[in-house]
C-alpha cells in the first residue's frame, strides 16, 4: 500500500513538471525600443520571478495556466497569460514620466527634468477639506513641511519649509520664518491665502538649485507654482462643491469645578492658619447651582464652544469656443472658532479668460480677489492666545456672561453697558 502512495505521488509530481514551460523573452522601452535591464517578470499571485539582464533578456519556467506580470521603475506595469507561447516580448509605456510639469515660464516632460520638482494636481487637491490652499500640500509632497501653529480661523495658514531652512531671508504675507519659499500664481508673486483650494489646477514645488535658478536669489528657500483652472471649448458646465464640518478642542486640560475648587481654597486657607473665604452657604451655591455668580463652569469650560460650525461654498462656470474660453469662480467660507466671538468669513472670486487671436497669438486676463473678514478678542494687546491662557489660569468662579448683561467680563475687550443696572455687577 505504502508503494501504491508513492508511485501516484511520483506520477503527480511528474505531471506538474510537464505542464511546466520555459518563456522567454525581452523587456523594451515602448517609446524609445531600447532594452530595460533589471526589469522584475513576476508569476501573478506567486513569489516567484525573475529580472532582465543587460540587454533586457529574461528566462523563467512557469505553468501554462500561469499569468507574468512585467513592471519597471516608472512604466506602467502589464500582464500577459502564458498559454502556449514560449517566446514573449513586452514594450513597457511610461507612466508618471510623461507628465507635464510647469518649470519656469514653461512646461516640460517630467522625464526631461534634471531637478527636483514635486506636483501635486487638482484630483489630489479636490479630495480634501481644507480651509487655505497651503493646507493641501501637507504631506503630499516629499522634502516639504508645513508647520500649523494656530487653528484660529482667519489666521491658520501654515509655515512653509522646502528642504530645511534657506540662508536668504524672505518677506512673503503670511509667512513667519526666514525660509519662506516664494509662491507664483499663474506667474504672479501671491500667497496661498489668496487662492481658493477649488481654483487649483496644479501646485509644481522647485526644490533645488537647478529647477529654481532661473528665479535667482529669491528663489533660495525653494519655489511653489500654482497654475489655475482654464476654461474648455464647449457648452458651459457649472460645478458646485459645497461642504459643512464641525470642529472641536482634541484635548483639553480638566479643570477643577467652581465648587472643588472653593472647596480646596477654604482647605488650603485652613492648613495656613488663615480664615476660609467661603461660606457654607457659598459652597451650597456653587455646589447646587444658584444665579450667574455660582452656576458658571469657568472660564475655559464657557470660552470654548463644543462643535463650532464650518461651512464652505464654491460655485465655478467654464466653457467657451475655439477662439475665447473662460473660467469664472467664487467660494464664500465662514468658519467659527472654537474660542467664543472668534469667527472668519472669507469671499473669493476669480475670472480667467484666454483669447486665441490667431494661430501663432495668444492673450488672455486673469482676475480674481479675496476679502476676509475675522474677528478676535484684543486682550492685553496679545490677542486670543494670551486670553486663552488666562481662562486656563483664571479661578472658575466668575460667570463669562452676567443674567442681566449682554456684555463678558473684563477679560474681553468689547465691554457693552448692562441693559439694567445690578448690584450683581459690582
Do not use: C
Amino acid at each position: 500500500m505504502k508503494k501504491l502512495f508513492t508511485l501516484i505521488a511520483f506520477f503527480v509530481v511528474s505531471i506538474a513538471f510537464a505542464q511546466n514551460v520555459t518563456i522567454t523573452g525581452t523587456v523594451t522601452d515602448g517609446e524609445t525600443g531600447e532594452p530595460l535591464p533589471g526589469a522584475n517578470i513576476l508569476v501573478k499571485g506567486q513569489a516567484s520571478g525573475t529580472i532582465t539582464d543587460l540587454d533586457g533578456k529574461y528566462s523563467i519556467s512557469v505553468a501554462e495556466d500561469a499569468t507574468l506580470v512585467f513592471s519597471f521603475i516608472g512604466y506602467t506595469s502589464q500582464e500577459i497569460a502564458v498559454g502556449s507561447n514560449n517566446v514573449i516580448d513586452v514594450a513597457l509605456t511610461g507612466a508618471s514620466l510623461d507628465e507635464v510639469v510647469v518649470v519656469g515660464y514653461g512646461t516640460q516632460k517630467k522625464k526631461n527634468l534634471t531637478g527636483a520638482v514635486g506636483t501635486l494636481s487638482s484630483e489630489d487637491i479636490g479630495s480634501q477639506s481644507v480651509t487655505s490652499a497651503a493646507n493641501a500640500l501637507s504631506g503630499r509632497v516629499s522634502g516639504v513641511q508645513l508647520i500649523q501653529g494656530s487653528a484660529q480661523p482667519g489666521n491658520d495658514a501654515p509655515s512653509i519649509q522646502i528642504r530645511g531652512i534657506g540662508t536668504v531671508r524672505t518677506s512673503v504675507e503670511g509667512q513667519n520664518s526666514d525660509s519662506a519659499p516664494l509662491v507664483l500664481v499663474d506667474g504672479v508673486q501671491s500667497t496661498l491665502n489668496d487662492v481658493h483650494p477649488n481654483d487649483i489646477e496644479s501646485f509644481s514645488v522647485l526644490k533645488d538649485a537647478a529647477s529654481a535658478a532661473i528665479y535667482g536669489a529669491r528663489a533660495a528657500n525653494g519655489v511653489i507654482l500654482v497654475t489655475t483652472k482654464r476654461g474648455k471649448s464647449g457648452k458651459p458646465k457649472v460645478s458646485i462643491n459645497s461642504y459643512m464640518a464641525f470642529q472641536s478642542a482634541t484635548t483639553t486640560p480638566e479643570m477643577l469645578s467652581p465648587y472643588d475648587f472653593a472647596r480646596l481654597k477654604n482647605e488650603a486657607q485652613t492648613n495656613t492658619g488663615r480664615p476660609e473665604v467661603y461660606s457654607e452657604e457659598e459652597l451650597d451655591l456653587f455646589l447646587n447651582g444658584g444665579d450667574s455668580r455660582y452656576s458658571t463652569k469657568g472660564f475655559f469650560e464657557d470660552g470654548y464652544r463644543k462643535g463650532a460650525p464650518l461651512q464652505n461654498h464654491y460655485l465655478s462656470v467654464t466653457g467657451g469656443t475655439e477662439y475665447v474660453k473662460y473660467m469664472f469662480s467664487a467660494g464664500f467660507q465662514d468658519q467659527e472658532g472654537i474660542v467664543i466671538e472668534t469667527d472668519s468669513k472669507r469671499y473669493n472670486f476669480r475670472s480667467n479668460v484666454d483669447v486665441k487671436v490667431s494661430d501663432k497669438v495668444r492673450t488672455g486676463i486673469n482676475i480674481s480677489g479675496s476679502l476676509t473678514d475675522s474677528n478676535e478678542p484684543n486682550y492685553s494687546g496679545y490677542g486670543v492666545t494670551q486670553l486663552i491662557r488666562d481662562m486656563i489660569r483664571k479661578a472658575p468662579l466668575s460667570p463669562l456672561r452676567y443674567d442681566n448683561a449682554i456684555f463678558l467680563l473684563e477679560m474681553w475687550y468689547w465691554q457693552e453697558e448692562p441693559t439694567v443696572a445690578s448690584t450683581q455687577l459690582a
